[in-house]
């Protein structure tokens, strides 16, 4: 009951908290092994624990430029050139941002408008379609199908109107783990050329790829790139996800508008973590070694669970795994994850609340960026469900 008389009306009637807080809180409320929440249990890279410190000592604490730390900036820039060979200018094409989070949600407050469609790939990660609805757009879902969980791009294509304003893309995906090729990124470039559709990318786990899987940046197909504005984030790549600082990188035009809106949104964000991460991101290893390092996790807990009833099909990319348990029960997926908490003691994140309403495909995601005594733990217990 409310205390005054105002009356109002939510604007995301339907949103409830979302499924990673409530599914961390049961497991602490059980003591369980959190596999839900995707965030490492291990130690971050002491380095850049005491970068920051440094970047305190030195005098780093008052407000950083609106757009981030010139030395960030520049060195994320470097980075990207490293990577594809192509150039963001860090003065007018890079916004450090709090987290991908408020990139992503940057994006859609600076372009979406009433009315205006928002293609979003489901199983989608939770904060695209509040974005959208919180701007007046209108999010038009494109289901993937279970097991191969592939685009299929003749499908694709019949979501886009007249009134299609923005697509958003999330490669290695989450929750997933699968990862587009050189051909789905050429097919959509086909799909939008001559088009003023824009493309928001999430590449969050731009660095998290196994099996010798790349990662297609948009940043690479010319008709993509000059549309795109591209979400990243530090917190998966140098294991520090409650820092929450990411970036946004987008040609000229577009980030005059995206800046438009972060101004109003964070003005900035923390200064000393931003010159830490600077001096951290020269070294290249501090990234290109991550793909190998959760490789590594993958196939241990994989082999781990080997026994289990559980079957997959090993992730392609990010540090999440689905596992079907359609051997052991036929439950709602959420009411599965809650039971596995209460009765085996290691929580999992259940799939539907990012599908569309109707699919529930009877997988569970596991996060893997965990101690290897950690998913030992874990896959002992897995193995011992029937
Ligand atoms: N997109 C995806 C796909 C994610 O998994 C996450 C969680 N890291 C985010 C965006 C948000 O990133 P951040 O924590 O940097 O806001
Ligand atoms: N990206 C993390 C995950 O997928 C969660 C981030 C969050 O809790 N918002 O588990």
Known sequence: MLSFDTQFQSKLPDVKTTIFTTMSKLSADNNAINLSQGFPDFDSPKALLEGVNKAMQNGSNQYAHMAGAPILRNAISQKTEKLYDVHYCPETEITVTAGATQALYTAMAAFVNPGDEVIVIKPAFDCYEPAIQLHGGIPVFYQLEAPHYKIDWDAFKQHITSKTKMIVLNTPHNPTGTVLGKSDLLKLEQLLTGTSILLLCDDVYEHILYDNE??????????????????????KTFHITGWKIGYCMAPKELMEEFRKAHQFNVFCVSHPFQVALANYLKEE?????????????RDFFLKAIEGSKFKFTPSKGTYFQLLDYTAITDEHDVDYAHRMVIEQGIAAIPISPFNTDTIDPKVLRFCFAKKNSTLEKAAEILCKIS
Do not use: D
């Open 285 to 297: 290893r501090h990234y290109i070694e991550l793909g190998g390092f959760y490789q590594e996790k």
């Open 214 to 235: 790349k990662h297609y940046s948009a940043c690479l197909f010319p008709e993509l790139k000059k549309r795109s504005l591209i979400a990243n984030s530090f917190g």
